[in-house]
């Protein structure tokens, strides 16, 4: 596969650079201290700021339980047929995807390949969601799981402080100028560059043509849903509060995402009339208000989830080699703001492909059915060689 856009994630740190993420990493605690972390949001929802932390620790241990998974001895013959169907689909044209897909011959998306270990982990999680998790937990989080590398906790961490100083603001009633709270915010958050995502957006083909792509979705069906059902949540719940703030007849927007988003907690897989998403929620699709108000927010959230699923997709590929090296160089374009830049057109394009169903369905509103006629793959949009100049990375 060394033919696909992403083998160029090849780059390697500087000594300065190393030097700047170290600093970065000793300074985070300050960044993001556990006491204030989310004072107004504990205050006005409770509910959503406990689930918050549960998310970090979950988020944090699903990146363990894939490195596991894919670590045992046991699960060697399974991870090499994954392999194997990794690479074909990599390897083959849309046309024969399809025909495979028709025949039935390609992995069964609704179990994965590791279905009992993935089930058993998939309990696990759904119970912490459930868990009183602390603030000093939830910070502490990320940074203690050994199988990323420092540089891409720091940058997972980093963006938390900005979400959550997003979260805090709308929150909080006494801040009455929204816009330049919010903009102050991105503000600090930029003010570390080695650490934070542009906030424009980064191509498509980052994520669904790098070398590992899909293999997150196509390993851990269960895992994925449920890791994209609290990025819904993540979305949903500042789109309630956004809404709150325009107009009374939303008081009741957060508990409804809420409500929606346990009806997913309860799946694994497949749909309903509020879907776990099989797709990566995105800003537009499922906060179109928070797009709307605050773009450059809306978009760097966008980049750093692109960027964790790259990340999650780095930890499933089977049988992969120096991955802590590849994770470092996807950290290093993810936060290049110079290369790989999307317009905005074709951002939105990329994200409306999607589909909002797919994605998890609206924060607020109805939608009972796929807004869309076409899959994803039959629009061209995960493999290299079809994708449209405009989404392919330049290196």
Not at 10 to 19: D, E, F, N, R, W
Not at 230 to 259: H, P
Not at 324 to 329: V, Y
Not at 343 to 363: C, E, K, M, T, W
Request: aromatic fraction near 8%.
């Amino acid at each position: 596969m060394s033919n696909r856009p992403i083998s160029c994630f090849k780059q390697t740190l500087t000594g300065c650079t190393a030097v700047a993420i170290a600093l970065a990493l000793f300074a985070l605690p300050t960044t993001l201290s556990a006491q204030s972390r989310d004072a107004a949001l504990q205050n006005q929802y409770p509910e959503i700021a406990q689930l918050f932390n549960a998310f970090d620790v979950v988020q944090a241990n699903m990146f363990a339980k894939l490195a596991e998974i894919g670590a045992a001895p046991a699960t060697q013959e399974a991870q090499n047929q994954f392999e194997d169907r990794l690479v074909l689909m990599a390897t083959s044209s849309m046309q024969e995807i399809m025909e495979m897909a028709m025949e039935g011959t390609l992995m069964d998306t609704a179990e994965g390949p590791f279905d009992e270990l993935e089930s058993a982990a998939r309990l696990e999680l759904g119970q912490t969601v459930r868990a009183e998790i602390s603030n000093t937990e939830a910070v502490n989080a990320i940074r203690s799981v050994a199988a990323l590398s420092d540089r891409t906790a720091a940058i997972i961490q980093h963006g938390r402080s900005l979400e959550a100083a997003v979260y805090n603001i709308y929150a909080d009633p006494s801040i009455t100028d929204k816009v330049s709270a919010v903009d102050t915010a991105l503000s600090t958050y930029q003010s570390e560059p080695q650490l934070a995502v542009p906030a424009v957006p980064k191509v498509a083909a980052l994520m669904f043509s790098h070398d590992q792509a899909t293999a997150f979705l196509n390993g851990y069906p269960k895992l994925s849903g449920l890791a994209w059902t609290t990025q819904w949540l993540q979305l949903a719940a500042l789109e309630g509060m956004i809404l709150r703030g325009i107009d009374d007849q939303f008081e009741d927007a957060v508990n409804t995402s809420l409500k929606r988003f346990w009806d997913k907690v309860g799946l694994d897989s497949g749909m309903s009339l509020f879907p776990v998403p099989i797709e990566l929620p995105m800003a537009p699709t499922i906060a179109p208000q928070l797009y709307s108000q605050h773009p450059q927010i809306a978009v760097t959230i966008d980049n750093l989830n692109r960027f964790e699923t790259v990340i999650f997709d780095i930890l499933s590929y089977p049988n992969l080699q120096n991955r802590e090296s590849i994770m470092d160089a996807v950290g290093a374009e993810f936060t290049n703001g110079q290369a790989n830049i999307a317009r905005d057109d074709i951002y939105l394009l990329s994200v409306l492909r999607g589909g909002i169903f797919y994605q998890g369905g609206p924060a607020v509103g109805d939608l009972s059915q796929s807004e869309r006629n076409r899959s994803r793959s039959y629009m061209e949009m995960q493999h290299s060689s079809v994708m449209p100049p405009e989404l392919q990375p330049q290196f």
